[in-house]
């Protein structure tokens, strides 16, 4: 048996542990939000300058809009504190671009979008022309004509994207924005006042909101006022001024109104009564807010106007001594908005000053003078660097295990395997310059794939499993049994595995590389080239030196038990970038990824420990092939399930007075007892409720959809479950109009045509008088309630 050398574990420990540190310390500022504050109040400011984004909304308008009528297509953007976008222009390539997909019902008027003001044109030394921007806001519109053979305005839809750039001084990120809009018709009007308690994870945050419309003091028929009042219940807590200085360690609270029915503003921007008290604490500087706060800003109501409403966000955060919560967003609708006017109104933006404009053209002009030699020499000392980013470690400390495997070879082996590494790394980069030229993808790019997400987690997870001796095929560059090196490293694996470090290190910017990548985009497609390809040879150059001086590998320690436990303490810090790249997805996302990764750990652990090297062939064929047709079910269902359904019924909460009073007004109600643990109710209203001759049919026949939420046990749910004697969930009841005390009932799992079928007797004429079908028969029946 191997002695195990204690001096190089204690090395390789130290090392791997303090790469560890180095990847938490240095990815958790740029995540999202939701991840909790875990150094207290002074990293509450801390923002990634260049993860900045714009607030996009759309709007069809007027909603009431008929056969005949011009209806005009809004996407409003709210453009972030010292960013801009590009225009339309087609002269430059980083122009904003709109994109109609399907305009159903609808012909265009305008040939184009249009927006509400001219950009700013500013002469850009890197391009060496003028530039058209915009910055704080701007509102594209285009005209569209509804068709004369539309009779339901609910046949309506539009659909497209808006592909834009958000920049700043340094860097610019590629966005898009998909949309989808109908007419829907007169709706009724929201409240003039609204009261909110925001709660995370359905704990109340300790404060409340309220928002109100209310004639002004001055000029009550003339002058509206919107007052949002913040109330903190919790005197150790605060929140911040609109001003505060985000640098400052607390970010500002910030008011967007995006939508005006019937009203101008008067006033530029909020007022806050008390004004914000000055603190300092350890050299920073806050204004704050304490007990309570109300923002008010002054309207004035058009004289045409028949109704008055608006639509806008709030976003504030709130801290106490000992730590900061995160930013929460709140949206909010107070009056009539159907038709309502689509504005671009920022409490931040408007406090902005037109300077931004020209900080960028001196940044931007010291960039320019730099000489093509210092750009390479940087984009070389920037990939050489990548190699100890933390988001490469994982796939270096394999290529280490490949480095001590080799050590014993021949020195054309180990030339080889280096240079086809290099290939793969080399590879990457030129893949990438060519996004860069062509498509506009700069570095990170790919990383705001959603798909391209998914994939990475799942292979880095996979090599995870191997790693920690869930199975033993091969990964690239690494065989799960070379710790004993029982196996080599073929030149397909080097290849592959430069590849995945250098896809794992696109997220990753480290020093050098911002003002570089930023440079070279804006060159000729040759000098793009040469900066990227020096960028990768850099990030190579280990791997080429170990090819040339294959003796310099002697230098690692020595094959033994060290091996063994350094391989897997690589799965579990390969199963930390999982965590890393799934942070990246969407909160919706993370459940149906986490239920593909348990597919995939599935079929890895069948083929890794259900047959041995020496079973018959046929018996690893059937496993393999049971293996992958579990796995491909498993991810299928985990796929299904991050599938946003466009059809989902127009549910209004389940409530005994309100369900009373549609009763008396014989109204058809269809209500649906689910819970979110409850998956064959999932079932039921993926593949039968929500739907899309589901949704047809209760537009066509005015029933109400009621969901009846019974994740958290609500006692009065289970009253209304004794009701219908059922002691579990799914259950859908009926209430047909003409016999709302006689309902229709469907238990448990059931399909799309018995629901159809049972909603037909519902809304049909003589109910009674007709038999039921056989397929209702069999799946539903009647029972009388009060």
């Not at 992958?628 to 946003?644: D, E, H, R």
Request: aromatic share 8%; net charge neutral; glycine share 6%.
């Amino acid at each position: 048996m191997l002695k195990t050398p204690r001096r190089n574990i204690a090395i390789v420990s130290c090392l791997t542990i303090l790469a560890s540190l180095l990847c938490l310390s240095q990815t958790l500022p740029a995540q999202k939000p939701s991840l909790p504050d875990l150094f207290g109040q002074k990293q509450a400011g801390t923002t990634n300058q260049s993860a900045a984004k714009a607030e996009v909304s759309v709007s069809l308008l007027p909603q009431d809009a008929k056969a005949g009528d011009t209806v005009t297509l809004s996407l409003t953007m709210l453009i972030p504190e010292g960013s801009y976008s590009y225009s339309t222009n087609p002269t430059f390539g980083g122009a904003t671009k709109f994109v109609i997909e399907e305009a159903k019902g609808l012909t265009a008027v305008d040939q184009h979008f249009n927006a509400d003001h001219p950009p700013k044109t500013v002469f850009e030394p890197l391009f060496g022309k003028e530039i058209e921007k915009y910055t704080k806001s701007v509102i594209w519109t285009r005209r569209f004509k509804v068709n004369a053979d539309v009779k339901d305005p609910s046949q309506v839809l539009i659909k497209g994207q808006m592909l834009y750039q958000v920049c700043d001084a340094k860097n610019c990120v590629p966005s898009q924005f998909a949309f989808t809009e109908t007419l829907s018709g007169k709706q009724e009007s929201a409240p003039l006042s609204l009261t909110i308690v925001p709660e995370r994870r359905k704990v109340p945050d300790p404060l409340s909101l309220n928002f109100e419309l209310e004639p002004s003091a001055a000029n009550p028929e003339k002058l509206v006022d919107l007052k949002i009042t913040m109330k903190l219940n919790d005197p150790e807590f605060h929140t911040f001024a609109l001003d505060q200085d985000k640098t400052q360690a607390g970010l500002p609270t910030h008011i967007e109104i995006f939508k005006l029915e019937g009203l101008k503003p008067v006033s530029r921007q909020f007022t806050a009564n008390p004004e914000p008290e000055e603190e300092t604490h350890d050299d920073i500087h806050q204004r704050t807010h304490y007990n309570e706060v109300t923002w008010t800003r002054q309207f004035e109501r058009l004289p045409e106007a028949k109704e008055i409403g608006l639509e806008g966000k709030l976003t504030y955060q709130i801290c106490n001594k000992g730590s900061c919560r995160r930013p929460m967003p709140i949206e909010f609708q107070l009056g009539d908005i159907t038709n309502a006017q689509p504005v671009a109104m920022s409490s931040l933006a408007e406090l902005n000053s037109d300077s931004a404009d020209d900080d960028e053209i001196i940044i931007s002009s010291e960039e320019s003078n730099r000489s093509l030699g210092s750009v390479l020499f940087f984009a070389f000392l920037g990939g050489l660097i990548l190699n100890v980013m933390p988001c490469v470690l994982p796939v270096v400390a394999i290529k280490v295990m490949s480095f001590v495997q080799q050590a014993g070879e021949s020195r054309m082996r180990i030339f080889l395997l280096n240079i086809f590494y290099s290939l793969g790394v080399l590879c990457v980069f030129l893949s990438l310059a060519s996004l860069a030229v062509f498509a506009g993808l700069g570095w990170g790019g790919l990383f705001q794939s959603t798909k391209f997400n998914i994939i990475m987690a799942c292979i880095v997870y996979a090599m995870g499993l191997s790693m920690l001796g869930v199975f033993e095929i091969p990964v690239p560059g690494m065989v799960g049994s070379a710790a004993g090196g029982q196996q080599k490293e073929g030149l397909t694996g080097a290849f592959l595995t430069g590849i995945l470090a250098t896809l794992l290190a696109t997220p990753c910017s480290g020093p050098f590389l911002g003002p570089v990548l930023a440079w070279s985009v804006q060159q000729t497609p040759q000098i793009t080239y040469l900066v990227w390809l020096v960028m990768g040879l850099g990030m190579a150059s280990p791997y080429l030196v170990f090819s040339v001086f294959p003796n310099a590998i002697k230098l690692l320690p020595k094959p033994g038990m060290w091996m063994v436990r350094f391989k897997e303490f690589s799965g579990i810090v390969l199963m930390g970038a999982v965590i890393f790249i799934i942070s990246f997805l969407d909160e919706s996302l993370t459940i149906p990824v986490l239920i593909m990764l348990l597919g995939i750990t599935t079929g890895l652990w069948m083929i890794g420990s259900l047959y041995s090297h020496s079973s018959p062939m046929r018996l690893k064929m059937t496993v393999r092939v049971m293996a992958l047709l579990l796995t491909a079910g498993i991810c299928y269902f985990g796929y299904n399930m991050s599938q946003k359904s466009t059809n989902d019924l127009p549910w209004v909460p389940f409530n005994a007075q309100e369900l009373k009073k549609l009763r008396s007004e014989n109204r058809t109600v269809l209500i649906d007892f689910s819970a979110e643990w409850c998956l064959s109710c999932k079932s039921n209203e993926k593949f039968a409720l929500n739907t899309p001759e589901t949704l047809e049919m209760v537009k066509k026949y005015d029933v109400v959809p009621m969901y009846a939420d019974y994740t958290d046990e609500s006692p009065a749910i289970k009253e209304w479950l004794d009701k219908f004697e059922s002691i579990s969930i799914p259950l859908t009841v009926i209430f047909p109009a003409n016999r709302p005390n006689k309902p229709i009932i469907i238990r448990d799992v059931y399909t799309q045509s018995t629901l159809l079928s049972a909603l037909k007797e519902a809304v049909d004429d003589s109910p009674t008088n007709k038999p039921p079908t056989k397929q209702a028969m069999v799946s539903t029946r009647s029972t009388k309630t009060d």
